[in-house]
């Protein structure tokens, strides 16, 4: 790219096209939460949140040309003003990988965290898809980006937070405002997971979003309105069908979720404090098998999950396309602490995906956890080894699969 963002013919060219409708500001234009693990959640409503529909409506223009400008409006870096949707963007965590996904945009992504692992996982889903396709494989791998490489992908939009980004050793403040200055802005939450607490010039203001109500902004920006209401219609509808049938808390089943790359260091994660990493558990309810006294991303062993003795374990990457189930739960079965596990003993250790999801991903795992937690209610999860996401009968399915995949293809 050139310096100037201008061409040769002196006609402006798409990095002229979107642009920041003001500079970051450290605090963002918005009023926000200071922020704790214990704030109130916004991602378990049925629908996005009022505040979030108010929020779209006020910032992004009602136009039917691309021509007119729009803006959009989003804690950490307040309002972006487009001239055209973006064509390629970078991300670089999943929730976002999976919204750009879920609005016809895939294959525009130009980076993400671990891209070969997660299109392994994602398309272990999007097997169930009709009709949609997705490839990942081979993209820029963004966990530590660095500046250079978000010149050279020149992207029309950096679908990332800045407030994260600059907690990078090798980034700061200055560095964000160029990229956003000479390449194209930024617009992304990431903090909203476990409602994390900002940094630095970040921290006096930050506000949190579910991730439904996120994906609506996104939407916003994409110019993709009609994709998202199709789509949270289907989650609304979802949403419905489970909270009519939802068993009492008291009959709920005491449960646990871990991730382990090999048994012998577990991780292990709370399923309803606050955040999108929880948008699939914490609607669900079930009761905290250790009751609060381990917190989060803590390392157990299992000596530890037979004192907590959860009835449910929910093992997070279990679907992706390396691990093996059935030898997961061999390894649990053939321990002498693990074996008296009383999951274990009952067969109830479960696959599940990942906690940085979006939209789609969301769908899926709101529909298999809510089987794995109460099959009597919503029907058995057949057990699963390896492999795409099971078929699931049609009269046993949570939410219309092609309905979804008519959304992504933009065909409804």
Request: glycine share 6%; aromatic share 10%.
């Amino acid at each position: 790219m050139t310096d100037d963002g201008t061409d040769t013919t002196g006609a402006p060219t798409r990095r002229e096209t979107i642009k920041y409708g003001g500079a970051i500001v450290a605090g963002g234009l918005l009023a926000g939460c200071s922020g704790s693990e214990s704030a109130p959640a916004t991602d378990d409503a049925s629908t996005a949140t009022e505040t979030g529909t108010q929020r779209a409506t006020e910032t992004a223009a009602e136009t039917d040309t691309e021509a007119t400008s729009y803006s959009v409006t989003m804690s950490p870096v307040g309002e972006v003003t487009f001239e055209s949707p973006p064509e390629t963007v970078f991300t670089r965590l999943t929730h976002h990988a999976d919204m750009a996904f879920a609005l016809g945009h895939g294959d525009d992504v130009t980076a993400m965290h671990a891209p070969d692992y997660y299109d392994g996982l994602w398309n272990q889903y999007v097997e169930r898809l009709p009709g949609v396709t997705l490839d990942w494989t081979g993209l820029y791998s963004s966990w530590k980006p660095s500046k250079e490489k978000l010149y050279q992908l020149d992207s029309d939009l950096h679908l990332a937070d800045p407030a994260w980004i600059t907690q990078q050793e090798s980034w700061d403040r200055a560095d964000v405002d160029e990229i956003a200055e000479n390449v194209s802005p930024w617009f992304g939450n990431s903090l909203s997971d476990i409602h994390r607490e900002p940094t630095g010039e970040w921290a006096d203001d930050y506000e949190y979003y579910g991730l439904w109500e996120q994906f609506e902004l996104v939407a916003e920006v994409f110019r993709e309105r009609a994709r998202y209401e199709e789509l949270a219609a289907v989650r609304e509808e979802l949403r419905s069908t489970i909270d009519a049938d939802l068993p009492a808390e008291s009959e709920r089943p005491t449960a646990v979720m871990i991730a382990a790359a090999d048994i012998q260091e577990i991780y292990t994660y709370t399923m309803n404090t606050p955040g999108f990493l929880t948008a699939h558990t914490r609607p669900l309810g079930p009761r905290d098998a250790f009751d609060g006294s381990v917190e989060s991303n803590s390392v157990v062993d299992f000596e530890a999950l037979l004192d907590a003795d959860p009835e449910v374990i929910l093992h997070l990457g279990g679907m992706e396309p390396n691990t093996n189930m059935a030898d997961r739960r061999v390894a649990f079965a053939e321990d002498p602490v693990a074996s008296e596990i009383t999951a274990v003993k009952n067969d109830r250790v479960y696959a599940q995906g990942a906690r940085y999801q979006g939209p789609i991903l969301n769908l899926f795992q709101l529909e298999m956890t809510a089987k794995q937690l109460y099959p009597d209610v919503f029907g058995e999860w057949p057990t699963y080894e390896n492999g795409p996401y099971p078929e699931i009968p049609e009269d046993e399915q949570l939410f219309d699969r092609q309905r979804v995949a008519d959304a992504i293809n933009g065909e409804f």
